[in-house]
Every structure is written in C-alpha cells, then in structure tokens.
C-alpha cells in the first residue's frame, strides 16, 4: 500500500525589527501614519499574532521605534573605547552627538512624525518610552562618574538634573528639524554651545538661588 508523505511548511519567523522596517516604509510610501494592526498587516502579510508578540498596538510600535533608536546610541556609546574615563561634559556631548547621528540615518521618518504630519505636541507621545530610556542613561551617567568630577552635578537631585538634561534634549531635537545647513553642522554646533553653556552654569558661584528655584518647580509639578 502505497503512502502519502505529508510536507509540513516552516513558518518564517518574523522579528521586531522587521516590522519597524515595514512600518517606516509605509509610513514614508503613502504619506500617512498607519492606524489599524489588521491593515498593516494585511499590507505586509504577517498574523496580527506575531504582531502583538512584540507591540500591543500600533502606538505602542511606535514607541518602540524611538527605544530602538536609543539602544542603537546606547550600544555605540558603550563600545567606544576609553567612554567611561570621560567627564561629564564629554559623556553628554557623546550621547548628543551619537543621538543625532542615528536620527540622522532615519530624518525622513523622524522629520515626517514630529513636524510634517501637523500634529503638534501629540506627536512627542511616541518619545514617552525614549524619555525614560534617556533619563535613565543620564542618571546612570552621573553615578558613574569620579566623586571628584561629579560635585557640581551633585548640588542638584539626579532626577533634576535628567529632567534638564530631558528638555535640553527637546531644544536641540527642534533646532535639528529646522536646520537646513549642510551636513547639519549648525546642530552639531548647537550641541557644543548648548552643553558647555550648562556646565558653564554649573561652575558658577550664584548658582544656588536658581538649583532652589529648580528644586521647588520640580517639587510642585512632579510630586
């Protein structure tokens, strides 16, 4: 009696990063940000359950597009050589530079996301989970430095500290969108002035009056 022998298909796997890939390229192609999980993936044929194995939704996707650009900038710092001898001054214009180095490869989504589509401060919705990966880098920045070069830092609270470094962040991010000049050099100095100006403020003797005016704004609009 003859037999039938059964072929079984591999299902191919998908991954997260291939999905934030298709999700970008639709988004640049038709000019509109995706709202529904089963078109997008009808579009790229995938099963809405590998979908939710990495986002629950379609906003939580993008989010998670801004954290993996942060643990693409997280990885780069951290493979530079001699990274952790740097002051602070140094390590904070490593991550600005390195930040916008890989916004940079991917401007055209960034620019689309947060300026083109008109949708104002709604848009920074999908940097909430990038803002506590930056935070967090900072303060960890700050507790890994020598006692020595960290004092004027430790006259304010880290989270003080991350919270100004957070909107520092924003002012540049705003600046670089706007920026026509070639190469964006103008942002790449920008960033210089910007961080020697804070640290210039931190060295400064009458500094005092403006950590108590940050300390109580903190006090009354975080806690």
């Not at 022998?5 to 390229?25: E, P, R």
């Amino acid at each position: 009696m003859a037999t039938t022998k059964k072929t079984t298909t591999k299902k191919k796997s998908i991954t997260d990063d291939q999905i934030i890939s298709f999700y970008m390229d639709e988004v640049l192609k038709n000019n509109a940000e995706t709202k529904n999980v089963y078109q997008f993936c009808q579009a790229h044929q995938l099963e809405e359950s590998d979908f939710y194995l990495f986002y629950g939704s379609i906003e939580a996707l993008k989010q998670g597009i801004w954290v993996k650009f942060f643990e693409n900038v997280k990885t780069t710092i951290e493979n530079e050589e001699n990274y952790l001898g740097y002051s602070n001054q140094n390590k904070l214009l490593t991550l600005y530079f390195t930040l916008f180095e890989v916004l940079k490869l991917n401007r055209s989504y960034v620019y689309f996301t947060l300026k083109e589509n008109k949708n104002g401060l709604k848009n920074l919705t999908q940097l909430k989970e990038f803002r506590n990966h930056f935070k967090a880098f900072i303060v960890e920045m700050i507790e890994t430095q020598a006692f020595d070069e960290n004092k004027k830092v430790n006259k304010i609270t880290k989270p003080l500290f991350a919270e100004g470094a957070w909107i520092e962040f924003l002012f540049l991010l705003k600046f670089w969108l706007e920026d026509t000049s070639k190469g964006f050099e103008k942002t790449d100095i920008m960033i210089e002035k910007t961080v020697k100006a804070t640290f210039d403020v931190l060295d400064t003797t009458p500094l005092e009056s403006l950590l108590d005016l940050g300390k109580f704004v903190w006090k009354e609009k975080f806690n």
